[in-house]
């Protein structure tokens, strides 16, 4: 068994232990919080057979086969403390490698300050993980927005692969268009219009292909919806790759115009600082290439963050794949892990 | 012109999607075959009953390619054939662990053939298990051709055997002829011939291989602290180094160091004169075995000095002709070899060659081979780096870099590549403080980004000078036409050298890129690479004439859980399988005993329990057991012993799904008895034993035998506990029987004992039985027996007249049927006297004769009455003998067929004894 001591991010490890099917071990100094629990029991209610133990000190998680349940519809609240595409972000990993097509309703946040909107997961992270796995069908639907309270539910179907492809993406080539989604809930449905306005007004010195949406929620019955809105925007780049970033509105940035500026300068600084894919999902890249067939894969990116190194860090004890750094590319022959929970006729 | 067009569509070849993907396979396969730089030895396994020459084939074989003899063959041989290419020979027992093993090694099979004797089963069995393991290259031999001493015959022979070989292997399959043994060895031009064909061959990729790698080990050396050191070439693919290794047949064990070792027979590369290999370049590794008069043992080198062959010159007298040409002819040159030399001198020592050994540093007695420490080149050179490296990053860090928490490290100029490498890997240290994968960057001014502009499509936007739109687009075309002409002038054949020459270089690159990342010591083996493996506490024995093969435990293959699989019985294999017997599979690089129940898949998609597997068709198996990906092939045997008295391999199969649960259902019909009937409602009892079953099963489908379907209600007070209340679509009778058809989910055991060379396996039922003497279970409730039925009688049908009348007319009675009432009037009208018209003689003659005839009748009646009685009394008689004789014979038989089992296995234990 595996055994990891004050890791933070113990979401990668229990995403390489269930992709490798290794037990492990993960000791805390303290708690980490509730969403722990959540993720443990998402993670068993996919997998059969999967082994759980938690105490104040740490866990040992024996992971089983992802099932999906036989492809049944699933509901699942996510709670309030985090947001949905914290926990999508393994999910949809996981999905790529079940028996069953994975078909789940989730509750809760969909943007907060702490994570990556539902949205940026939709226009960006999806069509990474694609560039992985062409013959992926996959849907996933925002179909009610949660600021906060963790009103939001999201729909996901996604279908099973064999095997993650491997993919070298070293040119990314000049941004030609960018999109976005503008979204907010109780408030006035002009707001969302003077963030666009002001994301406009920034990129009308780069490019005119700039189209941002705006979807403000709709009052329903029985539901209390909290005030809050955000943008989330995508460049998408001449080779088909996508950099995104997200901006809400908060304490500080309290000002549409602000908040619509801010959104749009983060986006630029990525652009600027970062190579094929953005810093906040640069991490899942290197761990679809580290689980890729056995062939060589590459990745240029820029800027590397703290959570990326410690991420490298578990793909090497666990699934034994040490990265070749030279010059911003990362490359590395996968471990040629193949859906051995996948049915054949 | 268009029916013509039709006819070519229809003729265009259709490709079915698994045809493609097989394609598409073996396309890539080959292409990464290219890509690798240098090949592992071709692995050419020597199978063949007993007797057959697989040694000599072996000894033959080396002696073709270098010149050399094998004294005594044990483990691989490796020799260079040519240049480029390497071949390693092993020889196969015939024992059914080392067939399966090597069968799924080998990259060409040799399979001997003993034509005196003809096919063999292990020559079947080998083929399924070649099979069954992904077939690789198999070329057949057909030996001991001398036997047949008629051209006739022998032509017959030849015919026959390529014919049934052929069929066997499905395919175009070589079958070579060996003639008579000449000096021990097969005929020179023979052999030629095969070596030829062994290094022309193109080896078919195997898809397990392809995805496994693996060590055949050559040799091994067991250290004082029992570590034990594993030597071979890395075959199949690149290994990555992983910190556990499965030792096929012996287990897992954990690696204690892992490195890369000169090789023994290195491929030539630099040297472009000759084709040829000269005398010097002609290879032998056979570390285990002795070759000429060198043996290598795990702590010294020996060197055997057979008397009349290696006497001292002086003392030269008798030689035997034969085995001594060479030596003679030695002998007339002047100078003598440099081995003749050194033998003659380690004859006339006086002391011994430990000391020697001792006293001279670098004792090389073959070349590439040293007795001492091999010397890891690559990893001095990796560790010189790298601690280069780290000066670097050091004097680096010193300077700018400090990693601040939770923020982002730019790569800049003044950070090195190298440092990030060393950042992550080699500094352990935490850096990450919040659980949180999103980066939120801090913005800058919107003016600092305006030099970004050139990252966009509209670039050069603002900055460039103005463009003259109408000359760019003229010089734009002006390009296309000159290419266009330039291409015309070019010609196809001109394209097809481009296209060649950029898919040499693209291979170039890749391989390069392979290279990169092999070189740059992240853990990775080259296949072809000679390594050397270490492994502490490895206990289990070693047979020294079984094959060794030590393969890395993949992601996720060495769990253990479900596998569901599609199996059918060998037709060879005499007996069906049964359910939860135990069994012996091979499945990946392990070989295990489990306990498989077997099921049919209805088409409701539910796993059905069948007790037996069938006899001709398939079906699919559960059982315990290490995970293997989809597709693989499996072996099940159901013993390991040698005895070859019927064919061993008893079921092969592939692998479907994998998983922690399956629910395999087994049928179970409840029955009940109606104990009260009102209309279409009946009180059931015996189905279940308490109410709580009932609550249990409410609303569930129930059936008479008649067909009548109905729902179980409520449980009800009347009666006895468990009896419940039911309605059905009609009355039922009391008579009637009531079934409810259920499933019960069958227990799969969870069992797993992989076979080892010391294993105990589990014991069969009937190897149970048959060891404690214990006669299969009888009981007299099953047997059969004369069913006696009471015919029943039914009460006549009778029509209500109001339904009579509403009939229609086809249905109705067409005589009409008279009522009761009716019916007496007509018996007495019938009865009344009628007024005779007889005379008084008339009428005495008819009473005489009436009087006469009622005598006759009582006579007859009292006749029959006897005749009956004597009848019955006779029924009677046969009735009892006929029972008795029945009951006679059946304890008779009883009798008989225990007498015969007692025999039977008193029989066995004397043929045991």
Redesign the interface.
């Known amino acids: 068994m595996i055994s990891f001591q004050q890791v933070i991010n113990f979401r990668e490890i229990l995403l390489c232990s269930t992709l490798s099917e290794r037990p492990v071990k993960i000791e805390f100094s303290q708690y980490p919080g509730p969403h722990l629990q959540t993720m443990l029991k998402l993670l068993q209610l996919i997998q059969t057979g999967c082994k759980i133990d938690v105490n104040t000190k740490g866990i040992i998680y024996i992971p089983g086969i992802i099932t999906n349940q036989d492809g049944m519809l699933q509901t699942y609240n996510c709670g309030v403390d985090r947001s949905i595409s914290y926990y999508l972000e393994i999910l949809l990993i996981l999905s790529l490698f079940g028996k069953a097509p994975l078909n789940i309703e989730l509750n809760g946040i969909t943007n907060d300050q702490t994570d990556q909107s539902v949205d940026s997961i939709i226009n960006a992270y999806i069509p990474l993980i694609k560039k992985f796995a062409p013959e992926w069908e996959v849907s996933l639907k925002v179909t009610r927005r949660g600021f906060q309270a963790g009103t939001g539910t999201v729909i996901l179907h996604s279908k099973p692969i064999r095997q993650i492809q491997a993919t070298t993406l070293i040119e990314r080539g000049p941004i030609c268009k960018i999109r976005g989604v503008c979204s907010g809930s109780k408030v006035a449905p002009n707001l969302l219009n003077r963030v666009v306005s002001q994301c406009r007004n920034v990129f009308n010195d780069y490019i005119p292909d700039v189209w941002v949406h705006t979807d403000l929620q709709k009052s329903q019955k029985g539901v209390e919806f909290q005030s809050g809105y955000a943008v989330s925007l995508v460049g998408e780049s001449t080779n088909g790759l996508f950099i995104s970033c997200d901006c809400e509105y908060s304490n500080e940035l309290n000002d549409p115009e602000k908040v619509g500026e801010t959104a749009a300068l983060r986006l630029l600084d990525e652009i600027k600082n970062s190579g094929c894919c953005d810093t906040t999902q640069q991490q899942y890249a290197l761990l679809l290439m580290a689980v890729s067939q056995r062939k060589v894969s590459q990745i240029k990116l820029g800027r590397i963050s703290t959570h990326t190194i410690e991420t490298l860090r578990i793909i090497r004890s666990i699934l034994g794949v040490t990265f070749n750094v030279e010059e911003s590319v990362f490359s590395c022959i996968g471990c040629g892990l193949i859906n051995l929970s996948r049915l054949t006729q | 012109m268009s029916d013509s067009e039709e006819e070519q569509v229809k003729q265009a070849p259709i490709i079915k999607p698994h045809q493609k993907q097989q394609k598409d396979f073996y396309a890539e396969q080959l292409q990464?075959n290219e890509e690798a730089e240098s090949q592992a030895p071709l692995l050419v396994v020597v199978q063949g009953p007993k007797g057959s020459g697989k040694t000599t084939l072996i000894k033959s074989l080396v002696k073709h390619y270098t010149g050399q003899k094998i004294k005594k063959l044990v483990g691989p041989v490796t020799v260079r054939s040519n240049k480029q290419h390497r071949v390693t020979f092993v020889e196969c027992p015939s024992d059914i662990n080392a067939m399966s093993d090597l069968s799924k090694v080998a990259d060409l099979a040799l399979i001997l053939i003993d034509a005196s004797i003809g096919f063999e089963m292990e020559t079947f069995e080998y083929l399924s298990l070649l099979n069954n393991h992904g077939f690789p290259n198999v070329m057949g031999v057909l030996t001991h051709i001398d036997f047949f001493k008629d051209n006739k015959q022998l032509r017959k022979t030849r015919k026959k055997y390529k014919k049934r070989f052929e069929y066997e292997t499905g395919g175009n399959y070589k079958l070579f002829y060996l003639q008579a043994l000449k000096n021990e060895y097969y005929l020179k031009q023979d052999i030629h011939n095969l070596a030829r064909f062994i290094s022309i061959i193109k080896i078919a990729p195997v898809r397990w291989k392809t995805?496994h790698p693996f060590i055949l080990a050559d040799r091994y050396e067991q250290g004082k602290d029992n570590t034990t050191t594993f030597y071979g070439y890395v075959r199949g693919?690149?290994y990555?180094?992983?910190d556990r290794i499965h030792f096929v047949g012996q287990g897992d064990y954990y690696i204690d160091s892992f490195e890369e070792v000169l090789d023994p027979v290195e491929i030539i590369t630099n040297q472009k004169k000759h084709r040829s290999l000269k005398d010097t370049e002609k290879l032998v590794y056979a570390p285990m075995s002795s070759v000429g008069a060198l043996t290598i043992d795990a702590t010294a080198g020996y060197i055997t000095i057979p008397q009349p062959i290696f006497t001292d010159k002086n003392k030269f007298v008798n030689i035997e002709e034969q085995e001594d040409e060479e030596i003679e002819e030695q002998e007339q040159e002047q100078e003598l070899p440099e081995g003749v030399r050194m033998v003659r001198e380690l004859q006339q020592l006086t002391e011994g060659i430990d000391k020697q050994l001792e006293e001279e540093e670098d004792v090389q007695l073959l070349e590439g081979f040293d007795l001492e420490e091999e010397k890891p080149i690559k990893k001095k050179i990796n560790q010189q780096q790298i601690q280069q490296q780290r000066e670097l990053v050091r004097l680096k860090n010193r300077v700018n870099v400090k990693?601040e928490?939770?923020?982002?490290?730019?790569?800049t100029d003044t950070l090195l590549?190298?440092d990030?490498?060393e950042?992550?890997?080699q500094n352990?240290t935490?850096?990450?403080?919040?659980?949180?994968?999103?980066?939120?960057?801090?913005?800058?001014e919107?003016e600092s980004?305006?030099e970004?502009?050139?990252?966009?499509?509209?670039?050069f936007y603002?900055q460039t000078d103005v463009v003259d739109l109408e000359n760019l687009e003229k010089q734009i075309e002006e390009e296309q036409l000159e290419e266009e002409q330039e291409q015309e002038k070019k010609g196809e054949n001109q394209k097809e050298k481009d296209d060649n020459q950029n898919q040499k270089e693209n291979q170039q690159q890749?391989q390069q890129?392979?290279n990169?990342?092999t070189n740059?010591n992240?853990?990775?083996y080259k296949k072809g690479t000679y390594v050397k493996i270490v492994i502490k506490d490895f206990s289990s024995s070693i047979k020294d004439d079984y094959p060794m093969i030590l393969a890395r435990s993949?992601?996720?293959?060495d769990?253990l859980?479900f596998i569901k699989i599609r199996i059918k019985k060998h037709r060879w294999h005499s007996n069906i399988l049964k359910s939860n017997d135990p069994i012996i599979i091979s499945l990946g690089w392990r070989r295990f005993q489990t306990i498989p129940i077997y099921c049919v898949q209805d088409p409701n998609d539910r796993l059905r329990f069948v007790k037996y597997t069938p006899e001709y068709d398939y079906c699919y198996a559960i059982f315990y057991g290490n995970?293997a990906?989809?597709?693989t092939g499996l072996v099940c045997t159901q013993s390991l012993s040698n005895k070859l008295s019927k064919f061993r391999i008893a079921a092969t199969g592939v692998v479907?799904?994998?998983?922690?649960?399956f629910d395999v259902m087994k049928k179970l019909k409840l029955v009940g008895e109606p104990f009260k009937v009102i209309k279409n409602t009946a009180f059931i009892k015996g189905m279940f034993n308490s109410s709580l079953e009932v609550a249990k099963f409410q609303g569930g489908l129930i059936k008479t035998v008649s067909g009548l379907r109905g729902h179980i209600k409520k449980p009800s007070k009347l009666g006895p506990d468990g009896s419940f209340r039911a309605t059905f679509e009609d009355k039922i009778q009391m008579s009637d029987l009531v079934f409810c058809r259920t499933w019960v989910r069958m227990h799969i055991e969870r069992f797993y004992r992989l076979i080892t060379s010391n294993v105990k396996l589990m014991k069969t039922m009937w190897e149970l039985r048959q060891e404690k003497q214990i006669p299969l279970e009888f009981k007299p409730d099953s047997t059969y027996q004369d069913q006696e039925r009471v015919p029943v009688k039914f009460a006549p049908l009778r029509i209500p007249n109001n339904l009579q009348q509403n009939l229609p007319f086809e249905s109705k009675e067409k005589v009409k049927s008279l009522s009761f009432r009716e019916r007496l009037r007509q018996q007495v009208e019938k009865n009344l006297p009628v007024k005779s018209n007889m005379t008084d003689k008339e009428k005495e003659v008819y009473s005489l004769i009436q009087r006469l005839n009622t005598i006759k009748n009582e006579k007859e009646k009292k006749r029959e009455q006897k005749d009956i009685q004597k009848q019955k009394v006779k029924k009677a008689q046969i009735k009892g003998q006929k029972q008795h004789l029945e009951e006679g014979k059946r304890k008779y038989k009883q009798q008989k067929q225990k007498d015969k089992f007692i025999k039977q296995v008193k029989k066995q234990q004397q043929q045991q004894q």
Do not use: W
Request: net charge positive; aromatic share 8%; hydrophobic share 40%.
């Open positions: 990464a995805e693919c690149t990555r180094l992983n990693i928490n939770g923020t982002v490290m730019p790569i590549a190298t990030l490498h950042l992550i890997y352990k935490g850096i990450n403080e919040f659980d949180s994968v999103r980066y939120i960057a801090k913005v800058q919107r980004y305006r970004i502009k050139e990252l966009f499509v509209t670039g603002g890749r890129l392979v990169q990342l740059s992240l853990g990775l993949e992601v996720g293959e769990n859980g995970f990906p989809q597709g479907l799904e994998m998983n922690h649960q």
